[in-house]
């Protein structure tokens, strides 16, 4: 969920709604509206679009719904972090009421029974991830960055990554969930995070072909109209290195990774050995586990039950808090992380991170019907 994105000023400093909900035609809009902090979700924003959702659900003359950021920079670069690392040191329920909310969220989206169409133009990371990659109809530009950089923050990446990241034939999802490495919009196709590639000196007379169809309009007919726009993206920057890629992260541990990585030697291997260096062990080591039970669960709201239970791992965590002052309060960019290496890393210290939370977010998985 949380991103390196900073919170704008407090709300009094600015009277716009966080979050713009409106019929245009047969479309209802949902536009992330915080430009200034990169349209960060805010615990409001999460209710705003489940409340949106359901009131376009019930809506004959709704068709589809589509969710876009204000601003030029992007969709949403995660939640808001800095609210949640203040909170969580007065120890104020906030971060768990917001992650709570955020991952049903998440879920409602996958399940949701109307075309959900997501512009992922721009910066899209951590949550701004959660609220499109479940869409039916996903939509990249040239100006896509999508990326889950949680690991550099002391955090994991949530709002399902586990499950997301997970459902390739291949280890590119473990390599971005450990790397935290932006991807562009081909990418982004080659994950499965999206559908389609259109540019983004396109996207208004798109949204202006959404809004003209008719209220019974199906997801066949979105289909057809977003393709109108489609091209072909460049070649991404993973697709060459997928191989190399499969052969150094398809180990069960980090550290195997680390030394797959230093028998290569090769120019890849040092550069991406420097970059989990830079990383919170801690948190790598709680990623790697989350994503290889991901790997074996049959349903997203089993990875969302998993990682709402890590949470409250998270919020006792120091290196939660440092990663944050260093990459968001002081900005030093230089972390102090406990333990400061993998070999430090105890089934002790992660043993937290994995103990069944006493709260189910999804009724079905107090039934057991979604529980693996």
Same mark, same amino acid.
């Given at each position: 969920?949380?991103?390196?994105?900073?919170?704008?000023?407090?709300?009094?400093?600015?009277?716009?709604?966080?979050?713009?909900?409106?019929?245009?035609?047969?479309?209802?809009?949902?536009?992330?509206?915080?430009?200034?902090?990169?349209?960060?979700?805010?615990?409001?924003?999460?209710?705003?679009?489940?409340?949106?959702?359901?009131?376009?659900?019930?809506?004959?003359?709704?068709?589809a719904v589509l969710?876009?950021?204000?601003?030029?920079?992007?969709?949403?670069?995660?939640?808001?972090?800095?609210?949640?690392?203040?909170?969580?040191?007065?120890?104020?329920?906030?971060?768990?009421?917001?992650?709570?909310?955020?991952?049903?969220?998440?879920?409602?989206?996958?399940?949701?029974?109307?075309?959900?169409?997501?512009?992922?133009?721009?910066?899209?990371?951590?949550?701004?991830?959660?609220?499109?990659?479940?869409?039916?109809?996903?939509?990249?530009?040239?100006?896509?960055?999508?990326?889950?950089?949680?690991?550099?923050?002391?955090?994991?990446?949530?709002?399902?990554?586990?499950?997301?990241?997970?459902?390739?034939?291949?280890?590119?999802?473990?390599?971005?969930?450990?790397?935290?490495?932006?991807?562009?919009?081909?990418?982004?196709?080659?994950?499965?995070?999206?559908?389609r590639y259109v540019?983004?000196?396109?996207?208004?007379?798109?949204?202006?072909?959404?809004?003209?169809?008719?209220?019974? @309009? *199906?997801?066949?007919?979105?289909? +057809? =109209?977003? /393709?109108?726009?489609?091209?072909? $993206?460049?070649?991404?920057? #993973?697709?060459?290195?997928?191989?190399?890629?499969?052969?150094?992260?398809?180990?069960?541990?980090?550290?195997?990774?680390?030394?797959?990585?230093?028998?290569?030697?090769?120019?890849?291997?040092?550069?991406?050995?420097?970059?989990?260096?830079?990383?919170?062990?801690?948190?790598?080591?709680?990623?790697?586990?989350?994503?290889?039970?991901?790997?074996?669960?049959?349903?997203?709201?089993?990875?969302?039950?998993?990682?709402?239970?890590?949470?409250?791992?998270?919020?006792?965590?120091?290196?939660?808090?440092?990663g944050v002052r260093?990459?968001?309060?002081?900005?030093?960019?230089?972390?102090?992380?406990?333990? @400061? *290496?993998?070999?430090?890393?105890? +089934? =002790?210290? /992660?043993?937290?991170?994995?103990? $069944?939370?006493?709260?189910? #977010?999804?009724?079905?998985?107090?039934?057991?019907?979604?529980?693996?």
């Amino acid at each position: 969920m949380p991103s390196t994105s900073e919170a704008t000023p407090s709300p009094a400093a600015s009277p716009e709604p966080q979050t713009i909900v409106e019929r245009s035609g047969a479309i209802g809009r949902i536009r992330l509206n915080r430009p200034r902090a990169l349209n960060s979700l805010t615990l409001e924003m999460v209710r705003d679009m489940q409340a949106a959702l359901d009131a376009f659900e019930r809506d004959p003359g709704v068709a589809a719904v589509l969710v876009t950021g204000e601003g030029e920079r992007g969709l949403c670069a995660g939640g808001d972090i800095r609210a949640i690392h203040d909170a969580g040191r007065t120890g104020s329920d906030l971060p768990r009421t917001f992650w709570r909310e955020e991952y049903r969220l998440n879920a409602r989206i996958n399940r949701y029974s109307k075309p959900y169409v997501a512009l992922m133009d721009g910066i899209v990371m951590g949550g701004g991830v959660g609220v499109s990659v479940y869409g039916s109809h996903r939509v990249v530009t040239e100006r896509t960055r999508l990326a889950m950089p949680e690991t550099g923050i002391g955090f994991f990446p949530d709002v399902g990554a586990s499950w997301f990241l997970t459902r390739q034939p291949n280890e590119l999802g473990t390599y971005v969930a450990l790397t935290g490495e932006p991807l562009g919009a081909a990418d982004a196709l080659t994950l499965g995070l999206a559908d389609r590639y259109v540019p983004s000196d396109r996207l208004p007379a798109l949204i202006e072909a959404l809004t003209n169809l008719p209220p019974d @309009a *199906t997801g066949k007919a979105i289909s +057809d =109209a977003i /393709l109108r726009f489609c091209e072909t $993206p460049q070649p991404g920057a #993973l697709e060459p290195k997928q191989a190399e890629i499969d052969r150094l992260f398809h180990f069960t541990s980090v550290e195997e990774i680390l030394e797959a990585l230093e028998r290569v030697q090769s120019p890849f291997a040092e550069k991406v050995m420097g970059v989990l260096r830079t990383k919170s062990p801690l948190s790598l080591a709680v990623t790697m586990r989350l994503l290889r039970l991901g790997r074996e669960s049959r349903t997203l709201e089993a990875c969302l039950q998993r990682e709402f239970a890590a949470t409250t791992a998270v919020l006792r965590s120091p290196d939660f808090y440092e990663g944050v002052r260093a990459a968001i309060i002081d900005k030093d960019r230089n972390p102090q992380w406990q333990p @400061a *290496t993998l070999e430090k890393v105890t +089934d =002790a210290a /992660l043993a937290p991170f994995f103990e $069944p939370s006493t709260e189910t #977010l999804f009724a079905d998985t107090a039934k057991g019907g979604l529980n693996t």
